[in-house]
């Protein structure tokens, strides 16, 4: 992206900052190298924000079970040009780019989304001077909160007694969401009312007692669906920090997810857990014991506190303050 990475190095120059943040730094609308070395020879404070795990590896968002980056990646199946893997190790190349791009980097802090996500980010090569910490992403509380949803009950024709199961992405049929695993726990689950919000395909095929509509980016209908539902499925194989959660838990609709990435960040104690990857025997278990359960009004509303934009704002605000002084 030669052109759009001149456009923002002289709006940079230009603005001539005291602290540049970086966040989700994917998508090829920049090259990322290129902007770190400009950053780095200015000498300009940096925060970097790790939404994935894209910056402390060759490029690819979730590492899974991978420790090359920890060292040095290469020979990486995710990593790989249409043209280029046939005369060169591409992870092993960009690797390099990045390491060249960060070293010596004046003053950087590297704030991930999660602890998880903070603490892999420590193990990689990459970070030598890099100072560190987390700060979970936060939500429009006003938003997500509970609501009254007796009407959206009736529309949908879902009767007092049933309890309801949700899932939303924004792309079901990614493999990463686990729909398949929606699909087995309705299934396995035909007294439950399953609602799944994100199919923007006919390539899933689902059960009677699931509901479907399409991806939206309402956040007040979303907040409806939240609000609706007894409980929350998070069957996703890795996420750095699922939003989708806190929101869940700020409507106070209780999640059960699996034990990856930074998912048990975002369950409280008392609105939900995590299990095994991937035992759906022990899902379905804690799906049932905690569609049963609702969590107190005033800790749900202590946990829109915790999460919201504000209290994130606060946060980054301390980060680029200590920077300064």
Same mark, same amino acid.
């Given at each position: 992206?030669?052109?759009?990475?001149?456009? +923002?190095?002289?709006?940079?120059?230009?603005?001539?900052?005291?602290?540049?943040?970086? !966040?989700?730094?994917?998508?090829?609308?920049?090259?990322?190298?290129?902007?770190?070395?400009?950053?780095?020879?200015?000498?300009?404070?940096?925060?970097?924000?790790?939404?994935?795990?894209?910056?402390? &590896?060759?490029?690819?968002?979730?590492?899974?079970?991978?420790?090359?980056?920890?060292?040095?990646?290469?020979?990486?199946? !995710?990593?790989?040009?249409?043209?280029?893997?046939?005369?060169?190790?591409?992870?092993?190349?960009?690797?390099? +780019?990045?390491?060249?791009?960060?070293?010596?980097?004046?003053?950087?802090?590297? /704030?991930?989304?999660?602890?998880?996500?903070?603490?892999?980010?420590? !193990?990689?090569?990459?970070?030598?001077?890099?100072?560190?910490?987390?700060?979970?992403?936060?939500?429009?509380?006003?938003?997500?909160?509970?609501?009254?949803?007796?009407?959206?009950?009736?529309?949908?024709?879902?009767? $007092?007694?049933?309890?309801? +199961?949700?899932?939303?992405?924004?792309?079901? &049929?990614?493999?990463?969401?686990?729909?398949?695993?929606?699909?087995?726990?309705?299934?396995?689950?035909?007294?439950?009312?399953?609602?799944?919000?994100?199919?923007?395909?006919?390539?899933?095929?689902?059960?009677?007692? /699931?509901?479907?509509?399409?991806?939206?980016?309402?956040?007040?209908? +979303?907040?409806?669906?939240?609000?609706?539902?007894?409980?929350?499925?998070?069957?996703?194989?890795?996420?750095?920090?699922?939003?989708?959660?806190?929101?869940?838990?700020?409507?106070?609709?209780?999640?059960?997810?699996?034990?990856?990435?930074?998912?048990? $960040?975002?369950?409280? !104690?008392?609105?939900?857990? /995590?299990?095994?990857?991937?035992?759906?025997?022990?899902?379905?278990?804690?799906?049932?014991?905690?569609?049963?359960?609702?969590?107190?009004?005033?800790?749900?509303?202590?946990?829109? /506190?915790?999460?919201?934009?504000?209290?994130? &704002?606060?946060?980054?605000?301390?980060?680029?303050?200590?920077?300064?002084?």
């Amino acid at each position: 992206s030669p052109i759009a990475t001149a456009k +923002l190095i002289n709006i940079i120059r230009k603005e001539k900052p005291d602290i540049v943040h970086l !966040q989700c730094m994917n998508g090829h609308f920049v090259n990322i190298y290129r902007l770190l070395d400009y950053l780095k020879s200015k000498r300009i404070k940096t925060v970097l924000s790790l939404h994935a795990e894209l910056m402390h &590896t060759a490029g690819c968002a979730h590492a899974y079970d991978c420790e090359k980056w920890k060292t040095g990646c290469y020979d990486c199946p !995710q990593i790989k040009g249409y043209i280029s893997k046939y005369f060169r190790d591409d992870a092993k190349y960009c690797f390099g +780019l990045m390491k060249k791009a960060y070293s010596n980097f004046g003053c950087l802090k590297v /704030v991930g989304v999660s602890q998880w996500v903070t603490d892999r980010a420590k !193990q990689s090569a990459l970070f030598d001077k890099a100072e560190f910490t987390a700060i979970t992403n936060g939500i429009e509380t006003d938003v997500f909160r509970p609501r009254d949803v007796s009407a959206l009950r009736k529309k949908l024709n879902i009767p $007092e007694n049933k309890r309801i +199961l949700l899932h939303i992405s924004p792309n079901i &049929t990614e493999e990463l969401k686990g729909i398949d695993r929606v699909v087995e726990l309705a299934n396995r689950m035909k007294d439950y009312q399953f609602i799944v919000v994100g199919n923007n395909s006919h390539k899933v095929s689902f059960p009677e007692n /699931v509901i479907v509509f399409p991806h939206t980016y309402n956040q007040d209908e +979303l907040a409806q669906y939240y609000s609706l539902a007894d409980c929350f499925l998070m069957t996703s194989s890795r996420e750095t920090c699922p939003t989708v959660c806190i929101e869940a838990v700020t409507c106070g609709c209780n999640v059960v997810g699996f034990d990856v990435g930074g998912v048990p $960040e975002t369950i409280p !104690q008392g609105m939900g857990e /995590v299990v095994e990857p991937f035992d759906m025997d022990a899902f379905e278990n804690a799906v049932r014991k905690w569609a049963e359960t609702k969590a107190p009004e005033e800790y749900i509303n202590k946990l829109r /506190v915790d999460w919201s934009r504000e209290e994130m &704002t606060r946060k980054y605000i301390e980060v680029y303050e200590s920077l300064l002084n």
